[in-house]
Each structure stands twice: as C-alpha cells, then as structure tokens.
C-alpha cells in the first residue's frame, strides 16, 4: 500500500454534451456556494462542453477550481474541420483534459495507441492529462490482465515526471451508465494494480505522487464506500456531476474520507 499522505484528492465532473452557458455559470455560482472552503481541499476539475470554457474560464479564474476539457484531437496542422486541439484549449484556459473515455474509443474506434499520441500533444502545451483506463464491457472480469496489457501503449514514451502530474481514472466501460458503480473490490484491484505498474515503471517517488481515481455511475449514496479504499484519491462523476448540490456532497465526501476537510476547519 502506497502512502498518500502528500496527494491531495481529487474530482471530476464531467458534463458530456450538457449544460448550455448559462446553465454552465448557473452550476458554477450554486456549486461554490454549497462548497464553500471545500474548494481548497480537493483538487476539483469540471469539463463543461467546448461551447462554455471559455465563460466558466473566466468564472473560474483565479479560484481553486480548475477547466478541464473532454477530449483533443492530436492530428497535426490546422485542417481538421470539427476537431479541438492541445493549443486551443490551452489559451481558452483549460489546465487538465479528458483523454480515453470509453464513449470516445466507441465513437471513434479510438485505440490506446491514440489515447497515448494524445497525451504527448497535451502535454507538449501544459496541458496535464486525466487518463481513463479500464477494461472494456466484453472484458469483464479480466481486470488485472487487460490493464497488463493497455497500460505500456497508454504511457509509451513519457517520463517520470509526466506521469507524476498526470491523473488517472479507473473506469471499466460496463460501470458507464448503470445504476451501481463497480464494488469496492473490483475497484480495489483495479486502482491497486494500476499504482503498482506504475511503481514498477517509473519508480516509488511517481507512485506516490499520481492521483488514481475511481469514475462509473459515482453518485453520493455509493461515494463512502468507495472513498474508504486506501487506493483510491477521489472520485470522477457524469451525471451527477451536473448536479451542483450533488457534486458538492461528493466532494465533501472525499476531503472527508481523505482527511482534509479535518484541515480546512482547523
């Protein structure tokens, strides 16, 4: 077991193809005020559609929460009708991206040899990578041999420190969607099997400082026994994640689990 004392917790909303900007700005004012100081004791991401970061970024600016983006295209030039790329997110203020959603892979039959170019090209502007990693829906059960597999393409080519600023999310495609997220013990194995590869590759230090999260049909009623892993920092959310009282209860959650909401009051 990896000593977490120095990783802050994290969370994750992401918003998918929902909330117009002004439901975006809504979420933002009704989100800060139900979390109050919470917001410096997790490392809190929201990734509104490409339509509103530019307006919650300026909402944001300056405060703990940070912009996040869905996905990035990766292909090279200026001639991708339809597409975002690394440097445009950038300068419209995103600090964190989305890359490797299951919905993606589906949509665009994108493999982890994708995921990983697009990793590089987040990286190359500043921009720091939230990879999902899990095994597909035909996988089931498979956990520790297919993460054997994916993880090596997924973080071909990058370096210690890299890795160490990155975020990562266990999220097997069969939790996206469903009522209940995966039990405490499949996401156990699996956040536990993805630190230790992590460990073996690229050493204890990067281990250590890697924030590995759990995503798939996070709700609040499910968050405690999650949050109680010693393997998991923090928690990823969709569709509650669009629910600002909602969210808010998850973060607290997970500064509570994780020790920090004890710093905030004192």
Known sequence: MEDRSDRKPFAIANWKMAMTISESLAFVRKFRAALGDL???????????Y???YAVAQTLAGGP??????????APGEAHTGEISAPL???????WVLLGHWEIRRRAGETDADVNHKIHAALRVGLRPILLVGEA???RGRAREVLTARLPPLFADCESGQVAQMAVVYEPEWTIGVQEPASPECVAAGCGFI?????QEYGAETARAVRIIYGGSVTP??????????EVDGLGAGRKGR???????????????KGRARQIIA
């Open 39 to 49: 917001a410096h004791a997790v490392d809190v991401v929201l990734c509104p559609p």
């Open 51 to 53: 339509t509103a970061l």
């Open 65 to 74: 929460i940070k912009l996040g983006a869905q996905n990035l295209c990766a």
């Open 89 to 95: 997110l950038a300068d419209v203020g995103c600090e």
């Open 137 to 139: 829906a035909t996988e």
């Open 195 to 199: 630190r230790q590869w992590i460990r």
């Open 221 to 230: 009623g499910y968050a405690k026994g999650l949050l109680a892993l010693p």
């Open 243 to 257: 629910d600002p009282i909602a969210f808010a209860e998850i973060v607290r959650l997970i500064a509570t689990a």
